[in-house]
């Protein structure tokens, strides 16, 4: 099934209320059959008015209804429950921060593949080094399931971020200005299991993987590790959660004349371009947030000359028979190349819980998953980089390996030598990025953008040398 970024209706709007795009999205309903409902027999002039007067009336209904939020701060009382110490002002704007939270009923998510949740915060103050979960449906870290949105507030030439998390995954960092006491509205809309976040309407990532649904309620201000430290204070000022009948529409997002999409399974989603030169060449790249760290450089990189899929997918536990889902994703498009890694979410691969032989297993289906579906294709292997230590000081770089560094180096081992019998193409990037420790995000597993650049440009490198394709691949 492919979902597209742009879609195509038959379908002319009727009504359109002067109101902000964020706020709902104009019912469009088939002109000639609603016509014929509400006006079955030729009318004259004033009978005609009145009927498009039923009409307009009819379509005001039909949007506020459409448009009705399944959870609302500022009507629905928070669960006793679900409160943990934040308190609610006359205005109805909720504080969280410190030790504060609430959560939203799990309820409210009747349609875990298809909502939208919209929430407007402000900050009365902002300390270096602290952070806030904005949003947050997961039990634990690690959790390979549901989303989240950090804020981040570094120090001034550090992070300043939000920070969207999916499926456990905490995803690169987007910019923003933290001013005191002014309103920021974050927008995460859910379609088809995809999600995408915007900050005051404009967007700031999307995110093509299958979002894997949970019973958790969605927390608002709770830690998610016991080592954040969180802002002393955040001030909720509304919080609505959409069900699927509510289409989130961007002012500020701009369509592209080749606007990527995704193709989708079960269990699985795969970022995929819109194809317009059927003699260009196909990539795809499989991995987890590292992949998500270097697409910003890979697919500007082969823009023109390769077409780049991406599938933001991991394989956390050990699956001797995982190959079949690997075969469902490397067999929707014709790829002359799938360059793959699987590691970082496999730490838990510990010689007390899973041997040597059960780690072959395990990599060995991938690979047999990637070589069934796209048996046209040259493989190669990423290695998993490594595990750091965390920064000593906020202001000094990481200077360390992590304690899990050594299942990294089990994991690559292993995997090295099922590579070599099964004839994959080897991209070492683990050596390069143990010598630039200082290159490291400083939360054990992430980069920074130029190390990302290393995995992007040796993907480029290798696809030039396959292809042999002419210059203009940077």
């Known amino acids: 099934m492919l979902f597209a970024s742009v879609e195509k209706r038959d379908f002319t709007p009727v009504f359109s209320l002067k109101a902000p795009l964020a706020m709902y999205t104009p019912i469009t309903l088939p002109v000639k059959r609603l016509w014929t409902a509400v006006c079955p027999l030729p009318l004259s002039l004033r009978s005609m008015k009145q009927a498009f007067s039923s009409l307009f009336v009819l379509g005001i209904a039909l949007t506020l209804q459409a448009q009705v939020p399944l959870w609302d701060l500022a009507k629905d009382k928070i669960p006793v429950e679900l409160n943990h110490g934040a308190t609610r002002a006359e205005g109805g704007t909720v504080t969280v921060g410190g030790e504060r939270y609430f959560g939203v009923p799990a309820a409210a998510f009747p349609d875990q593949k298809t909502f939208a949740v919209q929430v407007t ?6 300390a270096e080094d602290t952070s806030l979960n904005i949003l947050l449906k997961q039990s634990k870290d690690g959790e390979d399931t549901g989303l989240g949105l950090t804020c981040i507030y570094g120090k001034p030439d550090s992070w300043r971020v939000y920070r969207p998390i999916i499926n456990g995954m905490h995803i690169g960092g987007i910019r923003m200005k933290f001013q005191p006491n002014t309103p920021y509205t974050f927008t995460v809309s859910v ?8 900050l005051d309407d404009v967007p700031g990532s999307k995110h093509f993987t299958l979002l894997l649904p949970n019973d958790e309620p969605m927390w608002v201000g709770k830690k998610l590790l016991p080592r954040e430290k969180p802002f002393a204070s955040a001030e909720i000022r509304a919080l609505k959660v959409y069900g699927a009948d509510f289409a989130y529409t961007s002012p500020k997002e701009k369509l592209s004349a080749e606007p990527r999409g995704a193709v989708a399974g079960k269990n699985w989603m795969i970022d995929a371009p819109t194809i317009v030169d059927s003699n260009r060449p196909k990539l795809l790249f499989y991995g987890d947030s590292i992949s998500g760290g270097y697409r910003q450089h890979l697919l500007p990189a082969l823009e023109g000359k390769v077409y780049a899929y991406h599938w933001s997918h991991f394989v956390g536990g050990i699956d001797p028979k995982v190959d079949a889902v690997i075969h469902q994703g490397a067999a929707v498009a014709d790829f002359k190349l799938v360059f793959f890694n699987n590691g970082l979410h496999s730490l838990s691969w510990t010689p007390e819980k899973a041997t040597d032989e059960q780690i072959a297993d395990t990599t060995r289906a ?5 070589k069934t579906g796209a048996p046209q294709a040259k493989l190669f292997w990423i290695a998993t980089t490594p595990h750091t230590a965390r920064r000593s000081a906020p202001d000094k770089p990481v200077d360390a390996l992590g304690e899990k560094n050594a299942v990294v180096l089990r994991i690559n081992r292993i995997a090295e030598q099922v590579m070599k019998e ?7 990037m683990y050596t390069p990025f143990a010598a630039k420790l200082e290159l490291a995000a400083g939360d054990e597993y992430h980069w920074s953008s130029p190390a990302y650049k290393m995995i992007s440009d040796a993907i480029v490198a290798k696809t030039h040398e396959v292809l042999k394709l002419e210059s203009g691949v940077k």
């Open 422 to 428: 099964e004839g994959v193409g080897i991209l070492d």
């Open 366 to 370: 991938i690979v047999r998953g990637f």
């Open 121 to 126: 915060v402000s900050f009365p103050e902002t």
């Open 191 to 198: 379609r088809n299991g995809s999600a995408a976040y915007y």
